[in-house]
Each structure stands twice: as structure tokens, then as C-alpha cells.
């Protein structure tokens, strides 16, 4: 489920639910932050259900995220105008929301969704994630962790500059 430097101690966990109206607002400035962390960090995106409608979302975005890597960031941004028309996607709506950037949606089987599901549920409770949106930024070499948490605090910058203080760098 990772992105950028995956051999990087520098993992960046970016934590968001579909439809968390703090979560939309900082989109722009979460998918600036991962596009220059993935430079220099294994960045990966979790979905943590606050909205149950998320829920519908998940296995979309799993088998998106696992089969079009290269694709991902652009994919994201059309999941998340699909999320603005409906709570509800069909395999159709997510056809259409992604054909335009050259993907195939390929649906995953339930046992692959549901160890993408715990593995979200599982991230959310080891870095004790305050809400949506979040931004945990750890490093594995150096044992430390910083959480960013809400609008104003998770900024491209501020993501750089955490990658910065966990790392020592």
C-alpha cells in the first residue's frame, strides 16, 4: 500500500475519510505534501471511516491504490469528486470516474478488502489518530513520530519539515 521511497525509515501516513468536510478542504494541500514527501518517504494513504459512507468507498479505493500505483494521486482526486455526487458508487461510477486517466477498475476479492480494512484500523489505533484529517509522520531508524492533525495544521510544508525533525535530517 506504499508510495515514494519504500526502503525510506521515513513513512508518512496521511489519514482521511470520503467524507469529512476538513478532509476535502485539506485534499489539495495533503496531495502537494505526499507528491514532495514520496521524494524522500514511503507515504501511505488511509482511509479511517468517521462517515459510514466511507465504508462504500473502501474497497474501491484499495483495489485502485494496490493495481494503478503510478496512476494513484490523479485517481484520488477523481474518487473524490465521485464522492461529492454520491454516497453510494457503483462499479460503473467508479469505471467512469477513472477511464478518462487510461485505468480499468478490477474489483479485489473480500478477503483482500477486509486485511486492507484492518491494516487502516490498525494504523489508526498504534499512532492513536486524534480525527480526520491526519497526517502521522514516523521514523522506524529514529523511533520518533509527529501527528499532524486538522486544516491548519497539515500543510505540504509542515509534512516536509515533520519528515525533517523524525528523521534528524
Not at 7 to 15: G, K, L, M
Amino acid at each position: 500500500l506504499a508510495f515514494g521511497d519504500t526502503e525510506s525509515s521515513s513513512e508518512v501516513y496521511i489519514v482521511t475519510d470520503w467524507f469529512c468536510p476538513a478532509c476535502r478542504a485539506a485534499e489539495p494541500e495533503i496531495l502537494k505534501g505526499a507528491r514532495k514527501a514520496m521524494r524522500q518517504a514511503k507515504v501511505i494513504f488511509v482511509d479511517y471511516p468517521i462517515h459510514p459512507e466511507t465504508y462504500n468507498y473502501i474497497p474501491y479505493n484499495l483495489s485502485l491504490m494496490i493495481r494503478e500505483k503510478e496512476k494513484y494521486l490523479q485517481i484520488r482526486e477523481a474518487m473524490a469528486t465521485l464522492a461529492r455526487k454520491t454516497k453510494e458508487p457503483t462499479p460503473e461510477d467508479v469505471q467512469a470516474a477513472v477511464s478518462p486517466l487510461g485505468v480499468k477498475y478490477v474489483p479485489m476479492n473480500y478477503a483482500d478488502v477486509l486485511a486492507g480494512m484492518q491494516y487502516f484500523s490498525n494504523v489508526a489505533k498504534k499512532f492513536k489518530v486524534p480525527g480526520t484529517p491526519s497526517v502521522v509522520v514516523q521514523d522506524t531508524r529514529t523511533g520518533k513520530t509527529k501527528t499532524l492533525s486538522g486544516i491548519a495544521d497539515i500543510t505540504s510544508d509542515n509534512i516536509m519539515k515533520a519528515i525533517a525533525e523524525v528523521s534528524g535530517k
